[in-house]
C-alpha cells in the first residue's frame, strides 16, 4: 500500500521510559512461538517426545548459560535476569509438569509446553502485587525459547540492525536487551510488560522512549512503517500523518532541547528561591541503574528496592551475595546516601520451595514486613548484609507496608538483636543507621505521631497510599481515573504526616510516582519535605522546578488547596498560580503508571 494510503491509528499502553522518537519499525521475536497445534502421541513414542523436550530444555540451557557468562564478563547485572531463567527451566512447575502432561495425555511437547505455560502465566497475572505480576514475562521468555529449539526455528539478533530503527516486539527479553545498540535503537515498542517488568527497567536504563503493554502492537504494525514513540503519555502513533509528524517533530525538538538546557545544572542542589534545599534522590531496582542516577545528579538513591534478588531462584539469596550487592550500590554512589527498603512481596514465590498458602486478595495479605515477620530468619539475613554494607558507606534502612506499632516495634527489636549478633562475633557494621519506616497504608498516615518516636524518618510511598485510601485498583483500567494524587483527602493524609515528622524533628521523604510529576511539586515543597526520590530520569525536571518555586509562596498555595472539594479543582488552582513553570514543558509530567492498556 502507497505510505498516503495508510490510515494514522494510535494504539495506548503504558509509558515506560520517557521521551519521544520517530523513526521506522523493526519487528523482531514474532515469529518465535508460531501457532501450536495438538496432534496425539502414540504410546510407544511417548518416551521419545518426552526426550526431544529435554533435549530442547537442554538446548535452552546450554544457550542462556553461556550468554550469562558473556554479560558478566561485560559486567551487567542484567545476567542476574538470566539466572532467575535457568531457574525457571529447571522448575518442576515448568519442566516437571510439562513431561507429566506429555507422559499422561499422549500429546506433543509443543502443546505440552504450552498448556503449561498457559497455567502459570495465568496463575500469575491473578496476582496484585505489580512487581511479581510482570514476572510472568520471565516464563514467557524462558516459553519462547524453548519453543524456537523445539520447532528449530532459528533466533534473528537484535545484534544485526545496522540503521536507525524502533524495536517493535511481543515482549524483550534479557538476551534481546543486551544486544540493544543505542546508536541503532531509537526506542521500543512492546505487546506485554509493564514499568516494573525488566523490559521497563531497560528502558529506562538505556534511556530509551518505550511504551510497553500495548497488547495488539506487532498485529497493527509492520516492519519499515513509520511511527512515533509518546513514553510520556503511553502512546504510539503508526503512520502518521504529516501534521501529527510536524506536531510531534517540534515537540520531541522542544524536549530534548529543554532536557539538554536542565541537564546542564542536573548536579547542582535543588535549592529553592528563598534558599531552602531539598534532596532529590532516585528510585532504581537494578545495580545497573545506578549509572543513570549518577547521570541525572541524583543526590542519592531514595528506595533501593531489593526483591529482584529474591525472584525465580531455585534457593534464597546468601547474606554474602546480598552484602556484595548492597556494598558495591554504597562503592558507586560514592559517599551519597541509599536508602535500602527490606523485601516487599508478597511471597507467591519468593524462592524454590518457598510458598505462601493462596490468598485471595494478596495485596490486602502476607506481604512486605507481614511476609518477613512471619519468616524472620529471612529478614535477619537480609538486614545482617544491610548492616555490613553500611561500613562502607552512608545507607539508610527502611521497612515497608508498617501499619501498627507492633510492627514497628517488633523489627526494631530484631534489628537490635542482629546488630548485637554482629557485634558479639566481631563482624565489621555501621554503627549509625537510620531507620525508617513506608508511610503507604492509611492506618500508618493517621497514626504517624504514635510511629515517629520508633524512627529516624518517614518514607511516603503515594502509589499503594492512593490506592489504598481511594479503593482504586490503578492497574484497572475501569477506575484508573479515580487513582487522584491531588484528591483532598490524599493531601490532607500526606500534610498530616509531613506535620508529625516536622513536630517530632524526623526525616520526611516521598519515594512515590506523586513526586515526580512538576503540577504536584509546589503543594509537596508547602508540605516541606526533606527528600524527593523518583525515576532517574525526572531528577534533572524537579530540580529544575524546586529552583523556581518560593517556599513561603508554595505554603500559602497548599493552604487554598486544601479548602477545595475536588482534585480537579486543586489542579486548576495550580495551573492558575504556576502554570507557567509547571507546564512550559508539559511532556515531562509523569502520572502513576498502570498496567494495563487503555
Known amino acids: 500500500m ?23 519499525a ?11 497445534r495438538k496432534y496425539p502421541v502414540r504410546k510407544e513414542d511417548v518416551a521419545e517426545e518426552s526426550a526431544r523436550m529435554r533435549q530442547a530444555v537442554k538446548k535452552s540451557e546450554t544457550e542462556i548459560s553461556l550468554l550469562i557468562k558473556k554479560m558478566q564478563q561485560d559486567n551487567s547485572q542484567q545476567s542476574f535476569i538470566l539466572e532467575s531463567h535457568l531457574a525457571v527451566l529447571k522448575d518442576k512447575m515448568f519442566f516437571g509438569s510439562t513431561i507429566e502432561t506429555i507422559e499422561q495425555q499422549q500429546v506433543n511437547a509443543e502443546w505440552a509446553l504450552k498448556i503449561t505455560v498457559d497455567r502459570l502465566t495465568h496463575n500469575f497475572n491473578k496476582i496484585e502485587d505489580e512487581y511479581l505480576r510482570d514476572r510472568s514475562s520471565d516464563i514467557f521468555h524462558v516459553y519462547e525459547r524453548v519453543m524456537r529449539n523445539l520447532v528449530g526455528n532459528d533466533d534473528k539478533g537484535i545484534d544485526t540492525i545496522h540503521k536507525r530503527v524502533i524495536l517493535v516486539a511481543p515482549d524483550l527479553s534479557p538476551a534481546e536487551a543486551s544486544q540493544i545498540r543505542v546508536e541503532w535503537v531509537q526506542g521500543f515498542v ?4 509493564g514499568r516494573t517488568s525488566h523490559t521497563g527497567i531497560v528502558a529506562r536504563t ?6 510497553l503493554g500495548l497488547g495488539n502492537a506487532t498485529t497493527q504494525i509492520r516492519t519499515e512503517d513509520v511511527i512515533i514513540v509518546d513514553g510520556i503519555a503511553g502512546l504510539v502513533i503508526v503512520n502518521p500523518d504529516e501534521n501529527t509528524l510536524v506536531d510531534y517533530s517540534e515537540a520531541q525538538a522542544r524536549y530534548d532541547d529543554h532536557l539538554f538546557e536542565i541537564s546542564k545544572f542536573s548536579h547542582e542542589p535543588a535549592k529553592s528561591l528563598d534558599g531552602i534545599t531539598t534532596e532529590v534522590c532516585a528510585n532504581i531496582e537494578l545495580l545497573e541503574e545506578v549509572v543513570a542516577v549518577k547521570d541525572k545528579g541524583a543526590d542519592g538513591i531514595g528506595l533501593y528496592r531489593t526483591e529482584f534478588l529474591y525472584m525465580n531462584r531455585r534457593a534464597l539469596p546468601t547474606e554474602e551475595e546480598l552484602f556484595e550487592n548492597y556494598k558495591e550500590a554504597v562503592d558507586l554512589m560514592e559517599g551519597k546516601p541509599v536508602t535500602i527498603r527490606t523485601l516487599d512481596v508478597a511471597g507467591e514465590k519468593v524462592a524454590k520451595g518457598l510458598m505462601a498458602p493462596h490468598e485471595d486478595n494478596p495485596a490486602l495479605g502476607q506481604r512486605a514486613i507481614r511476609f518477613c515477620m512471619r519468616h524472620p530468619g529471612i529478614l535477619r539475613t537480609q538486614l545482617r548484609a544491610i548492616l555490613r554494607a553500611a561500613s562502607h558507606g552512608k545507607i539508610r534502612l527502611l521497612f515497608p507496608m508498617i501499619s501498627s506499632v507492633e510492627e514497628i516495634l517488633a523489627v526494631n527489636q530484631i534489628v537490635r538483636e542482629v546488630q548485637q549478633d554482629l557485634e558479639s562475633h566481631n563482624v565489621e557494621f555501621g554503627h549509625d543507621v537510620e531507620t525508617g519506616m513506608m508511610i503507604e497504608v492509611p492506618s500508618a498516615a493517621v497514626c504517624a505521631d504514635l510511629f515517629s518516636p520508633h524512627v529516624d524518618f518517614f518514607s511516603i510511598g503515594t502509589n499503594d497510599l492512593i490506592q489504598y485510601s481511594l479503593a482504586v485498583d490503578r492497574g484497572n483500567k475501569n477506575v484508573a481515573h479515580l487513582f487522584q494524587p491531588l484528591h483532598p483527602a490524599v493531601l490532607r493524609m500526606v500534610k498530616r504526616v509531613s506535620e508529625t515528622a516536622r513536630d517530632a524533628g524526623i526525616r520526611m521523604a516521598m519515594c512515590g510516582e506523586m513526586a515526580a510529576d512538576p503540577l504536584h511539586i509546589p503543594l509537596l515543597m508547602g508540605m516541606n519535605f526533606d527528600e524527593f526520590s523518583m525515576n532517574p530520569q525526572a531528577v534533572p525536571v524537579v530540580k529544575s522546578v524546586v529552583r523556581s518555586l518560593d517556599h513561603g509562596q508554595c505554603q500559602a498555595l497548599l493552604e487554598e488547596a486544601l479548602k477545595l472539594p475536588t482534585a480537579d479543582e486543586i489542579a486548576d488552582l495550580i495551573t492558575g498560580t504556576y502554570g507557567d513553570l509547571v507546564f512550559q514543558h508539559p511532556l515531562y509530567a509523569q502520572d502513576a503508571p498502570q498496567d494495563q492498556p487503555e
Open 190 to 193: 512492546t505487546d506485554r510488560g
Open 26 to 36: 523493526y519487528l523482531v521475536g514474532t515469529n518465535s512461538a508460531e501457532v501450536v
Open 206 to 211: 538505556l534511556q530509551l522512549p518505550a511504551v
Open 2 to 24: 502507497p505510505e498516503s494510503e495508510k490510515k494514522q491509528i494510535t494504539l495506548h499502553g503504558i509509558p515506560a521510559a520517557p521521551g519521544i522518537c520517530i523513526g521506522q
